[in-house]
């Protein structure tokens, strides 16, 4: 009997020492896994400290950045992806949607930009810039960056005196104050007054631009690569990558010092052009301080009003501005957002108006023989010179001459984005600052109204440019000759344009054709 209850024995007792066994397994396990989670938030904190006590959570702040704005990038391609899912374009319902969502991830990008700082507000600044292309949502909804940015604690400002002055600004000035008067995309301005009273303005930089600025750029120029993969018609990423060293070069503050001098004596004829002076006493790569310049900004329509100043002229001023820079001196202020932007009336005759030119660290330089077929092609597109428009056109380097043509103008392009991106693309890289140069200018006349014709000015601008070096009798008829040829031409297209008008709104009177007016609202036709 023995033998046949053995067996079941056997088995029980295999059970009971194996059940007892995985008893004991199940905690070695658990204390296993506690031991790995208690291990890897041990590493993690321990890396945390480290990185706070060795770089200030640079780099925990850089890896905050990153995350976030591949959620911000991610959440807009799932709405445009999502919402836009079995639509088509035509439909009613696609054009409907179409701009709620624009406008839902340009408030995405914004808080994003205005969370993260630095870099990626002055990528959004030139979003905004490239109004007659980007949708009007996101140029709306980003320009809030010109305005909305970052602010430090005072205490960062004294530490950074101390480290490149070797003194706190109180000590530096006769007084110094803290609160900023204005903060830009890498830096705060506030005002202080000198040991001898002068009234100054002092740009601090943010104390972790730096350091953080290479992280930044790479992970813009991934997500950009990232987003060109999942949506082909995203064809922005080479900007930037063609910017690299362009935007580096706006960190030190005194190249931005000197690109100040040297606007001031390229632009010294022009009485309406002011630029404030530089007080290289206080003045180090990451700290500017200029001459105070009391103004309003030359968005500030009430301002303007209240100063009695004409936006017609301050509009004509501007543009002779940089339409001196661009085809004359080569030297072009690339970033002349209203905020770079003050109007003031003269100092010497308050009778006329100043405009003050600020924030002179991005700037590009045009080689000669880019400056004069610019000229050249700017000048046939206000002549309707098409032959001369492609030849100038080809010469630089860009075969699709009527679209070159519209970018100048910046008319109207988001209906041909595709040709758009690859004239821009095709035309030399230092055009690139030029463009939103002219995209900057042109949104701040669309803002007044466009009271004044653009291109007509600039146009005159690159005439006079083109006028030879040598002043002898012959060159000065020639030059009157040119001069008087092409205001007789703009004459006859203005009279023309008047004649047609004025018919077309007779029949509209005695009703034999319905209101064209509309049809007329344009300056130049490419």
Same mark, same amino acid.
Request: proline content about 4%; charged content about 25%; hydrophobic content about 45%.
């Given at each position: 009997?023995?033998?046949?209850?053995?067996? /079941?024995?056997?088995?029980? *007792?295999?059970?009971?020492?194996?059940?007892?066994?995985?008893?004991?397994?199940?905690?070695?396990?658990?204390?296993?896994?506690?031991?790995?989670?208690?291990?890897?938030?041990?590493?993690?904190?321990?890396?945390?400290?480290?990185?706070?006590?060795?770089?200030?959570?640079?780099?925990?702040?850089?890896?905050?950045?990153?995350?976030?704005?591949?959620?911000?990038?991610?959440?807009?391609?799932?709405?445009?992806?999502?919402?836009?899912?079995?639509?088509?374009?035509?439909?009613?319902?696609?054009?409907?949607? =179409?701009?709620?969502?624009? $406008?839902?991830?340009?408030?995405?990008?914004? %808080?994003?930009?205005? %969370?993260?700082?630095?870099?990626?507000?002055?990528?959004?600044?030139?979003?905004?810039?490239?109004?007659?292309?980007?949708?009007?949502?996101?140029?709306?909804?980003?320009?809030?960056?010109?305005?909305?940015?970052?602010?430090?604690?005072?205490?960062?400002? &004294?530490?950074?005196?101390?480290?490149?002055?070797?003194?706190?600004?109180?000590? $530096?000035?006769?007084?110094? @104050?803290?609160?900023?008067?204005?903060?830009?995309?890498?830096?705060?301005?506030?005002?202080?007054?000198?040991?001898?009273?002068?009234?100054?303005?002092?740009?601090?930089?943010?104390?972790?631009?730096?350091?953080?600025?290479?992280?930044?750029?790479?992970?813009?120029?991934?997500? @950009?690569? $990232?987003? %060109?993969? =999942?949506?082909?018609?995203?064809?922005?990423?080479?900007?930037?990558?063609? =910017?690299?060293?362009?935007?580096?070069?706006?960190?030190?503050?005194?190249?931005?010092?000197?690109?100040?001098?040297?606007?001031?004596?390229?632009?010294?004829?022009?009485?309406?052009?002011?630029?404030?002076?530089?007080? #290289?006493?206080? *003045?180090?790569?990451?700290?500017?301080?200029?001459?105070?310049?009391?103004?309003?900004?030359?968005?500030?329509?009430?301002?303007?009003?209240?100063? @009695?100043?004409?936006?017609?002229?301050?509009?004509?001023?501007?543009?002779?501005?940089?339409? @001196?820079?661009?085809?004359?001196?080569?030297? /072009?202020?690339?970033?002349?957002?209203?905020?770079?932007?003050?109007?003031?009336?003269?100092?010497?005759?308050?009778?006329?108006?100043?405009?003050?030119?600020?924030?002179?660290?991005?700037?590009?330089?045009?080689?000669?023989?880019?400056?004069?077929?610019?000229?050249?092609?700017?000048?046939?597109?206000?002549?309707?010179?098409?032959?001369?428009?492609?030849?100038?056109?080809?010469?630089?380097?860009?075969?699709?001459?009527?679209?070159?043509?519209?970018?100048?103008?910046?008319?109207?392009?988001?209906?041909h984005f595709d040709r758009i991106m690859g004239t821009l693309r095709a035309m030399p890289?230092?055009?690139?600052?030029?463009?939103?140069?002219?995209?900057?200018?042109?949104?701040?006349?669309?803002?007044?109204?466009?009271?004044?014709?653009?291109?007509?000015?600039?146009?005159?601008?690159?005439?006079?440019?083109?006028?030879?070096?040598?002043?002898?009798?012959?060159?000065?008829? #020639?030059? *009157?000759?040119?001069? $008087?040829?092409?205001?007789?031409?703009?004459?006859?297209?203005?009279?023309?344009? #008047?004649?047609?008008?004025?018919?077309?709104?007779?029949?509209? &009177?005695?009703?034999?054709?319905?209101?064209?007016?509309?049809?007329?609202?344009?300056?130049?036709?490419?």
């Open positions: 009997m023995f033998q046949h209850i053995r067996p /079941v024995l056997n088995i029980t *007792t295999r059970r009971c020492f194996h059940s007892s066994r995985a008893l004991k397994s199940v905690p070695r396990k658990r204390s296993l896994a506690r031991s790995l989670a208690y291990g890897l938030t041990g590493s993690i904190a321990g890396t945390v400290l480290y990185d706070g006590v060795a770089n200030g959570f640079e780099n925990v702040a850089g890896a905050q950045r990153f995350l976030r704005s591949f959620a911000i990038g991610l959440s807009i391609s799932v709405d445009y992806a999502w919402s836009l899912k079995g639509l088509k374009e035509g439909d009613g319902v696609y054009e409907a949607l =179409l701009p709620e969502i624009h $406008l839902r991830s340009a408030k995405k990008l914004l %808080a994003g930009c205005l %969370a993260n700082g630095g870099l990626y507000i002055k990528i959004g600044q030139g979003v905004a810039a490239v109004n007659h292309i980007i949708p009007k949502e996101y140029v709306e909804t980003l320009r809030q960056l010109e305005d909305r940015c970052l602010t430090r604690q005072p205490g960062e400002v &004294r530490a950074l005196f101390v480290q490149d002055f070797g003194a706190p600004p109180e000590e $530096l000035f006769a007084s110094f @104050q803290y609160e900023p008067i204005a903060a830009a995309s890498l830096a705060q301005v506030f005002r202080a007054v000198t040991q001898s009273g002068e009234q100054v303005a002092v740009k601090v930089q943010y104390a972790d631009l730096r350091r953080r600025f290479d992280g930044d750029l790479r992970t813009i120029l991934f997500l @950009q690569r $990232l987003v %060109a993969l =999942l949506h082909k018609n995203y064809n922005f990423g080479w900007i930037v990558e063609d =910017l690299q060293g362009t935007l580096r070069e706006e960190l030190d503050f005194v190249h931005e010092a000197k690109n100040a001098e040297r606007c001031a004596r390229d632009l010294a004829r022009l009485d309406f052009v002011y630029v404030p002076k530089v007080l #290289w006493t206080h *003045t180090n790569e990451r700290i500017l301080t200029t001459e105070f310049i009391n103004g309003c900004k030359v968005s500030d329509r009430k301002a303007i009003a209240a100063m @009695q100043l004409d936006l017609a002229e301050i509009d004509r001023q501007l543009f002779t501005a940089f339409g @001196q820079q661009i085809f004359s001196t080569g030297f /072009v202020h690339a970033d002349p957002h209203p905020g770079n932007v003050f109007v003031r009336k003269d100092p010497a005759n308050p009778r006329r108006m100043q405009l003050v030119l600020l924030d002179h660290g991005l700037y590009e330089q045009l080689a000669p023989a880019v400056r004069e077929n610019l000229a050249r092609f700017w000048e046939a597109i206000v002549l309707r010179d098409h032959a001369a428009m492609q030849r100038f056109s080809q010469a630089l380097n860009v075969p699709d001459y009527r679209t070159f043509a519209e970018i100048l103008l910046q008319q109207t392009a988001k209906d890289r230092n055009l690139i600052l030029v463009i939103r140069n002219l995209n900057t200018i042109r949104s701040i006349a669309l803002d007044h109204g466009d009271p004044i014709d653009r291109p007509r000015i600039m146009a005159r601008c690159a005439l006079a440019a083109l006028g030879p070096a040598r002043r002898t009798v012959r060159n000065f008829l #020639w030059v *009157t000759f040119r001069k $008087l040829r092409f205001e007789f031409l703009l004459w006859r297209q203005s009279f023309h344009y #008047w004649m047609v008008s004025n018919y077309l709104k007779l029949l509209t &009177r005695v009703g034999r054709a319905p209101d064209t007016s509309h049809l007329m609202n344009i300056n130049v036709a490419v």
